[in-house]
């Protein structure tokens, strides 16, 4: 995305998010550390995650440069095929649920909260789980954390 300024020219970099089946092939062919983050359509913290944390040019330059990042809606229904296994959504009433990743993933302490930042190394271990609004700043300092 390209923003025209006064005379200058700046480049505004984006995302660029991957599924869970894209990242496996990814990994294949160049292994990196994964950021996952879990959201919801209503978590109002996942938003503004959304709007702040993902848009902010250095974590944005950072997580494209040494990272695969995969954006996962915590109660989307379609199912996912990651690592041999078939992830899928299980309604827990009438209108709400949760899906099988998302809780495999996000779960710390028996508890699922949104927005919930997982990071897993090449191998797709998690080694860090925080379930709660990161700022830029937060962000920064869990992503200069890993090592190269």
Known sequence: MMIL???ALCISQELHPLSFEELEVQQSLEP???LVFLYTDWCKFC???????FKDESVVELLNKRFYF???DGEGKDEVVFM???FKYNPTGTK??????AEQ???IDGQLAYPATVLLDPQFQIVFRHNAYLDAEQLLEILRAVPD
Request: net charge positive.
């Open 70 to 72: 995969v954006p996962f």
């Open 96 to 101: 709400t649920g949760v899906h099988q990743i």
């Open 5 to 7: 300024g006064g005379n």
């Open 105 to 107: 993933l996000g779960t």
């Open 84 to 86: 041999g296994r078939n």
């Open 32 to 34: 990196r550390y994964t």
């Open 47 to 53: 938003a503004a995650m959304k709007n702040t944390s």
